[in-house]
């Protein structure tokens, strides 16, 4: 992200104990190299094998061994429309439970700070558009969606309901659709620019003639690169603000086929795509209003072509354990 030099940067002990759950993931990865990048020398991270974030006695003995100054909340079930599908009570129960388990604990040890990752989906199916943060509530969700949906809205209740009642200096943040290095490439779980990623090199390396996608390719989708959000999350740590909720967005629009016709060409495969279109769409268009956060000078820096290269590459550098999956 671009910060506007004339936005104040309050000061903030970078050897301070910063705990990134889910630092391993893509978002914690990137968080970790953003903050390490800029100096931070005490950041923490468990594994879910050495620390499961759903029991609540685990997380509570560990939070307060350590004594993080900030949490950074990364850590969720995620997965695209066919998983959450097929697993709804797992979405909602286990994200539940994490958020649950973090942000009390967080309250309860007088952490000073902590950063909640949300998501795009937590808006109506049908929102006006771009959406803006008071159309959280105001209409159905999309339902191929809706069980992370409804955990995510609870986490964000959540951090509303200790800075109006304790003034805590805590915020969550609604990134759109994210990608870039180290994301979920398993074809059952992942979100479409991954999967469309792998789909395109495999038919490549398998010289296919064709590559078969889901629904009609017209869906409007917003994208940001996953160190843009890592910035932002920085800027939160260093600073405050009067919000508890905010979207992160890039603010451009590009419907599925187009996506599809950019991903196939950076991967270069040649053939042909068919669209299923028995198949669902999911939301017709997500565009998420993100003037709140642009008015604290915050702006991507990383293009769409740029980052899906990026992605693309840290794809080949660990296919050898991604074709496993």
Known sequence: MNVQSNYHMTKFDKSS??????????????CWRILQKS???????????????????????????EKPKVIIDCAAKVGGILANDKYPFDFIIDNLQ?????????????????????SSCIYPKFAKQPIKEEYLLTGPLEVTNQWYALAK?????LIEALKKQYKRDYIALMPTNLYGPNDNYNLETSHVLPA???????????NKDEVKLWGSGE???????VDDLAEVIKYFIENSTKYSYLNVGSSLEIT???????VKTIVGFNGNVIWDKKMPNGTPR???????????????????????????????NNYENIKSI
């Open 286 to 316: 997500k565009l998420m209003d993100s003037s709140k956060m642009k008015n604290y000078g915050l702006t991507p820096k990383v293009s769409l072509s740029d980052g899906i290269r990026i992605t693309y590459q840290d794809f080949l």
């Open 219 to 225: 869906p409007l989708r917003e994208f940001l690169f």
């Open 17 to 30: 104990k910063i705990y990134i759950a889910g630092h391993s993931g893509m978002v914690g990865s990137a």
């Open 98 to 118: 994490i958020q649950n388990n973090l942000i009390k604990t967080a309250h309860d040890l007088n952490i000073k700070k902590l950063i909640f990752l949300g």
């Open 196 to 206: 469309l990623i792998r789909k395109f090199h495999e038919a490549k390396i398998l």
């Open 256 to 262: 599925i086929k187009e996506l599809s016709n950019l």
């Open 39 to 65: 100096g931070y020398t005490n950041l923490i991270g468990k594994s879910s094998k050495d620390l499961d974030l759903r029991n609540q006695i685990a997380v509570k003995d560990f939070l307060s061994k």
């Open 153 to 157: 809205i609870s986490g964000i209740k």
